[in-house]
């Protein structure tokens, strides 16, 4: 939230410390989601490369237990999805229950 226009500002840094309650309430939804939406594909992309990085970092914190129950994607620099391989860079990532592949 930008304070002086009072609107919505994904660009914004609080540097609050609460980027682990966040990825958590992301990952709460997609699972609240993928219940509602089993055939779902959940997109996610950082508004700017370091939130890219700290997705990807998130992802790769948490893969083990992710991978229970979605399969995980990144998308190369070359505009191709592969499965997410833990250090690698990636532009984008995708999920989607593991029965949908």
């Not at 609080?14 to 699972?31: A, W």
């Not at 592969?82 to 593991?98: D, H, L, Q, W």
Request: cysteine-free.
């Amino acid at each position: 939230m930008n304070e002086k226009t009072n609107e919505i500002d994904d660009l914004s840094v609080t540097n609050n410390g609460d980027s682990e309650k966040v990825l958590s309430t992301v990952v709460s939804t997609i699972f609240a989601f993928t219940q509602k939406y089993p055939n779902a594909v959940i997109v996610a992309i950082g508004s700017t490369e370091v939130r890219t990085r700290l997705y990807r970092m998130g992802i790769s914190k948490h893969l083990k237990e992710i991978k229970l129950y979605f399969a995980v994607f990144g998308l190369t620099e070359l505009g191709e999805w592969e499965r997410f391989i833990t250090g690698k860079n990636y532009e984008a990532f995708f999920v989607t229950k593991k029965e949908n592949i």
